[in-house]
């Protein structure tokens, strides 16, 4: 059974940074591709970004450059590297994994809050 473990959510303060870690385990599929998501109150869960097997990174649009997705395959975790943190940047973060037929797993979510 694939299990998804999240860390380095928090409180961070406008413009600040911070790193979440997501490590898989119990993996017995191929890994096309790891990424995060986010959910803010009311609204509907979103892409942040994925990087692929191969090292093939993908943004949202409002990541604007603030946030830097990687990898370790050996490690089988996914690392999401974020900075100038906005208040709107506030959300649930979920770790995904994904094999050839889609996401195949979730994390339990890790809260990243931005705020004075």
């Known amino acids: 059974q694939v299990q998804l473990v999240e860390s380095g959510g928090g409180l961070v303060q406008p413009g600040g940074s911070l790193r979440l870690s997501c490590a898989a385990s119990?993996?017995?599929?191929?890994?096309?591709?790891m990424g995060w998501y986010r959910q803010a109150p009311g609204k509907q869960r979103e892409l942040v970004a994925s990087v692929t097997r191969n090292g093939a990174t993908n943004y949202a649009d409002f990541v604007e450059d603030r946030f830097t997705i990687s990898r370790d395959n050996a490690e089988n975790t996914v690392y999401l590297q974020m900075s100038k943190l906005k208040p709107e940047d506030t959300a649930v973060y979920y770790c995904s994994i994904s094999g050839i037929y889609g996401i195949a797993g979730w994390g339990q979510g890790t809260q990243v809050t931005v705020s004075s």
């Open positions: 119990g993996i017995n599929f191929r890994i096309v591709a």
